[in-house]
Structure formats: C-alpha cells, structure tokens
C-alpha cells in the first residue's frame, strides 16, 4: 500500500498496487510504500477489513479496521462516502486512538 499526499488539501490518501507497479494519481505526491496488505477480497486467516471513507465536500479520506468507527462517521459526518473494504491487514492489539 503507498501513501500519497495532496498538497493543496493537505490529505493523505492510500492506494494499492494492483499489477505491482507503482500506482499514479494526478494531483498526488507519492510518499512511498506505508504498508504491505493483503489486498484480495478474500481475508487471509486473522486479518480484519480495512475500510475506507472519503468526504468529498471537505477533501478527507479516512481509514479505519473498527466498523464502528466507520458506521459513526457515515451517520453523522459531512458527507462521508463509504468506500467499502480497500484490503485485510493484521490487527493492532492493545491500541488506543486518540483525535
């Protein structure tokens, strides 16, 4: 999974490599590989889900394992789009996040 940044907004967005080149966003600054995933829709045993939001209106994107926090968001925020699933990856145990 690579981090992209866009300046302008000051958002970070993810994406995935899907061929395992290098992926390419116009507008977006590639700060280089941030993770490896699984990315097929299948999980892999003792994976979660990683799931992606987007307010378009404000230029955010948000990512998050825990479905609660991503039914919180979509219920309550400015325009939240559910992106749906993007990968599986390991979880965080014993993590606190704080905003």
Known sequence: MYLFFNRPTTDYQFLLSSNGSVPVSSGL??????????ANERPECGTVPLY????????????????????????????????????????????????
């Open 29 to 38: 600054e590639n700060e280089g590989i941030t993770s490896y995933v699984y």
């Open 52 to 99: 992606a939001l987007s307010a378009p209106s404000v230029g955010d994107h948000v990512y998050t394992i825990f479905e609660d926090e991503k039914d919180l968001l979509l219920a309550g925020g400015p325009g939240w789009v559910d992106e749906g699933i993007i990968a599986h990856v390991l979880p965080l145990k014993h993590c606190a996040f704080t905003y």
